[in-house]
């Protein structure tokens, strides 16, 4: 059966259709087809990222169910895109046209947590906050926490190896995820990794899946690495009269050794957006504010050494907060940043450029200057300690000029980055927004190899079509 024959007859039911197909080995919740409610899974939260209409959209809850999906889609050679909770900003859980939208959000189950082996055992639908908050009532930490952490599920946070504020001293998604049981394209169920603190047999296949996007296999349990759980963070905000002051102070933090729980960066218009939002009283003559975080034994002398830095190199202003209460009004603005510059002009494009810590002053410089080539607001707020950017481009999307002059910045930013040694995402992930990017920064040889290692996995190209290369 072709594609458009199977989006033809999904909605039939009959048994040779492809909804009769999948409801042979699914129950009838599990398999959605009214057109209004499948309309709902076609995107993510991208802009600028084409999307088709599903099929037919499927939420299992067994890994049984989802391997009779994959079997289902091989057989009729349909497409299967796999969706958490589509809160990510590359287009990488756009539906295609005539897919099965695989939705595991209802594959939701802690299965364990074992204090000793300090790890846990999840389902690809598990939020992240949810896990974060159940490891920590046996005083244990799952570290990556990216900004939509209170909705975001782990199977997403896998698919797309993400980040989050922490990265700069705990590392990203991929630091974490020891172990995978993954549904390949014809339904078969392989585990790779382990659940033991070492273990070096064969090819590294977890590491392969995560960041994948859903290309090469439907991850249905992962093992993931815990910590102990750390002290309560005090925050540090100091004040900059120029981004290359601020810059060259997190330099100084990280050449003098220091180790941060977080390292955020806000330039002035992300500073001006937070204060017309949300009326929380910033200097609206500040630059750029820098937020730095210690949850070391004595994070008091950790925030005096810093502030001493932030000083020496130009800080106007340095304010440590004294408790937890203080620490947290102090990150409420780096958290309200992205919703801040949604209200500038009602449309924004967020970019996630990635440069080394050395040329973040000259990727801040360069933003302003495309910023007013452009005639656009881009505001830049990063993940400075690790150099991860996210200049966010506001416009009018019902301004075509203004649409296209936003398209080309985010290019432009994005060559800006490879320019400075970066990459085109630090943790968001290349979907459908940058693939053409992506061939850029890998070369032929590497996206050569990166195909090949696809028709591997998924010779018939049925998963998540159309998205990396």
């Given at each position: 059966?072709s594609?458009?024959?199977?989006?033809?007859?999904a909605?039939?039911?009959?048994?040779?259709?492809?909804?009769?197909?999948?409801?042979?080995?699914?129950?009838?919740?599990?398999?959605?087809?009214?057109?209004?409610?499948?309309?709902s899974y076609?995107?993510?939260?991208?802009?600028?990222?084409?999307?088709?209409?599903?099929?037919?959209?499927?939420?299992?809850?067994?890994?049984?169910?989802?391997?009779?999906?994959?079997?289902?889609?091989?057989?009729?050679?349909?497409?299967?895109?796999?969706?958490?909770?589509?809160?990510?900003?590359?287009?990488?859980?756009?539906a295609?046209?005539?897919?099965i939208?695989?939705?595991?959000?209802?594959?939701?189950?802690?299965?364990?947590?074992s204090?000793?082996?300090?790890?846990?055992?999840?389902?690809?639908?598990?939020?992240?906050?949810?896990?974060?908050?159940?490891?920590g009532?046996?005083?244990?930490?799952y570290?990556?926490?990216?900004?939509?952490w209170?909705?975001?599920?782990?199977?997403?946070n896998?698919?797309?190896a993400?980040g989050?504020?922490?990265c700069?001293?705990?590392?990203v998604?991929?630091?974490y995820?020891?172990?995978?049981?993954?549904?390949?394209?014809?339904?078969?169920?392989?585990?790779?990794?382990?659940?033991?603190a070492k273990?070096v047999?064969?090819?590294?296949?977890?590491?392969?899946?995560?960041?994948?996007?859903?290309?090469?296999?439907?991850?249905v349990?992962?093992?993931?690495?815990?910590?102990?759980?750390?002290?309560?963070?005090?925050?540090?905000?100091a004040?900059?009269?120029?981004?290359?002051?601020?810059?060259?102070?997190?330099?100084?933090?990280?050449?003098?050794?220091?180790?941060?729980?977080?390292?955020?960066?806000?330039?002035?218009?992300?500073?001006k957006?937070?204060?017309a939002?949300?009326?929380?009283?910033?200097?609206e003559?500040?630059?750029?504010?820098?937020?730095?975080?210690?949850?070391?034994?004595?994070?008091a002398?950790?925030?005096?050494?810093?502030?001493?830095?932030?000083?020496?190199?130009?800080?106007?202003?340095?304010?440590?907060?004294?408790?937890?209460?203080?620490?947290?009004?102090?990150?409420?603005?780096?958290?309200?940043a992205?919703?801040?510059?949604?209200?500038?002009?009602?449309?924004?494009?967020?970019?996630?450029?990635c440069?080394?810590?050395?040329?973040?002053?000259?990727?801040?410089?360069g933003?302003?200057?495309i910023?007013?080539?452009?005639?656009?607001?881009?505001?830049?707020?990063?993940h400075?300690?690790?150099?991860?950017?996210?200049?966010?481009?506001?416009?009018?999307?019902?301004?075509?000029?203004?649409t296209?002059?936003?398209?080309?910045?985010?290019?432009?930013?994005?060559?800006?980055?490879?320019?400075?040694?970066?990459?085109?995402?630090?943790?968001?992930g290349?979907?459908?927004?940058?693939k053409?990017?992506?061939?850029?920064?890998?070369?032929?040889?590497?996206?050569e190899?990166?195909?090949?290692?696809?028709?591997?996995?998924?010779p018939?190209?049925?998963?998540?079509?159309?998205?990396?290369?």
């Amino acid at each position: 059966m072709s594609r458009t024959e199977a989006q033809r007859t999904a909605e039939t039911g009959e048994p040779g259709s492809l909804t009769g197909r999948l409801l042979a080995g699914l129950p009838p919740e599990a398999v959605l087809t009214d057109p209004d409610v499948t309309a709902s899974y076609a995107n993510d939260m991208a802009s600028f990222c084409p999307a088709g209409a599903p099929a037919v959209v499927v939420l299992p809850r067994t890994v049984e169910q989802v391997q009779h999906v994959l079997r289902t889609a091989t057989e009729l050679g349909v497409p299967v895109v796999p969706q958490g909770a589509r809160t990510g900003l590359s287009g990488g859980a756009n539906a295609v046209d005539g897919c099965i939208a695989l939705s595991l959000t209802r594959m939701n189950r802690i299965l364990e947590i074992s204090p000793v082996d300090r790890i846990a055992v999840v389902e690809p639908g598990v939020v992240n906050a949810t896990l974060s908050r159940a490891v920590g009532e046996h005083g244990l930490y799952y570290p990556p926490d990216p900004s939509s952490w209170e909705t975001c599920t782990i199977g997403g946070n896998i698919g797309t190896a993400s980040g989050g504020l922490c990265c700069v001293k705990y590392g990203v998604t991929a630091e974490y995820v020891l172990g995978l049981d993954v549904v390949l394209a014809d339904g078969r169920l392989m585990s790779t990794g382990r659940r033991t603190a070492k273990g070096v047999a064969g090819y590294d296949l977890t590491r392969l899946f995560v960041g994948s996007e859903g290309s090469l296999g439907i991850v249905v349990r992962a093992v993931l690495a815990l910590r102990p759980k750390p002290p309560q963070q005090l925050v540090l905000a100091a004040e900059f009269g120029s981004a290359t002051a601020a810059c060259d102070a997190i330099c100084r933090i990280m050449e003098g050794g220091h180790v941060p729980s977080l390292l955020e960066l806000m330039d002035r218009t992300t500073v001006k957006a937070v204060n017309a939002l949300a009326h929380m009283g910033l200097p609206e003559s500040t630059e750029a504010l820098l937020l730095a975080a210690f949850d070391t034994p004595d994070p008091a002398a950790d925030l005096a050494a810093v502030g001493a830095l932030c000083e020496a190199a130009g800080a106007t202003q340095v304010v440590p907060a004294d408790d937890a209460a203080e620490s947290e009004l102090l990150l409420q603005a780096r958290r309200l940043a992205l919703t801040a510059l949604e209200a500038v002009a009602g449309t924004t494009m967020i970019d996630d450029v990635c440069v080394p810590r050395s040329r973040l002053g000259a990727m801040l410089d360069g933003i302003e200057r495309i910023a007013a080539t452009y005639d656009l607001t881009i505001g830049v707020c990063a993940h400075a300690g690790d150099g991860n950017t996210h200049p966010t481009v506001c416009f009018d999307a019902r301004d075509p000029d203004e649409t296209r002059r936003a398209r080309e910045s985010f290019d432009e930013i994005m060559a800006l980055g490879l320019e400075l040694g970066g990459t085109i995402t630090g943790e968001h992930g290349v979907g459908v927004l940058k693939k053409e990017w992506l061939a850029r920064e890998i070369g032929p040889v590497g996206l050569e190899m990166q195909r090949a290692v696809k028709q591997v996995f998924d010779p018939l190209g049925i998963l998540n079509p159309g998205k990396l290369f």
